[in-house]
Structures are given as structure tokens and as C-alpha cells.
Nanobody, 123 residues
């Protein structure tokens, strides 16, 4: 089992920045890929970004490419999501996930989930 705890969400104006963090505990030695998803009210959970255990070959949704950056510090069992140039449409609950396949954009392919952190972008 892997436990994931997100932090760093909040309220920000459009054009602003936030950095989300996700700390993993438990069976983290399994070299899981890490990802971020988000879910807005009334919408399906959607893929945002992912990074393999090695840290190379990151993946992004088209809607966040060039604005968001995913990174990880394996020594700290932590993955980050730096979000710049935020837009009101980025408003959602952001979830951290751990899984085997970093290239999968389907939430069904990911094994472990955090409780989520709210990001609200005002116009």
C-alpha cells in the first residue's frame, strides 16, 4: 500500500502561480510513477501530468503544457506540480496518484490516490 498526501492548494488570481506537493509513504520502494489529475464539479477526473520513477520523459495534458511543470524528489518521496499562468478553468480538486504506467492518461490505470487539494483561480 502507498499513502499519498497532497498540499499547496488555495485561492489565487488568474495569472498567478501555485506549487502543489504530494508526499508518499508506505511501499514507496516499488518505484512507482507519479501523476496529477484534477476534477472540477460535474466533470470527470482528468489527467494533468505524470512523471516516471526515473524523472525523465514527463507527460502533460495539452491544456497545461508550457504552464505546468511536474517534478519529483525520490529522496523525499515527494512529487511537485508547479502551476504558472493559472486560468479560471484550472479550478478543480487536484489529486496525486501513484501507478505503474506514467503514460496512461486514464485515471482507471492508476493504483493509489491522495485525498485531493482544492485549487481555485479567480478571474
Amino acid at each position: 500500500q502507498v499513502q499519498l498526501v497532497e498540499s499547496g492548494g488555495g485561492l489565487v488570481q488568474a495569472g498567478g502561480s501555485l506549487r502543489l506537493s504530494c508526499v508518499a509513504s508506505g511501499r514507496t520502494s516499488n518505484n512507482y510513477a507519479m501523476g496529477w489529475f484534477r476534477q472540477a464539479p460535474g466533470k470527470e477526473r482528468e489527467f494533468v501530468a505524470a512523471i516516471p520513477w526515473s524523472g525523465g520523459g514527463t507527460y502533460y495534458a495539452n491544456s497545461v503544457k508550457d504552464r505546468f511543470t511536474i517534478s519529483r524528489d525520490n529522496a523525499k518521496n515527494t512529487v511537485y506540480l508547479q502551476m504558472n499562468s493559472l486560468k479560471p478553468e484550472d479550478t478543480a480538486v487536484y489529486y496525486c496518484a501513484a501507478g505503474t504506467y506514467p503514460g496512461s492518461s486514464s485515471y482507471r490505470a492508476w493504483n493509489y490516490w491522495g485525498q485531493g487539494t482544492q485549487v481555485t483561480v479567480s478571474s
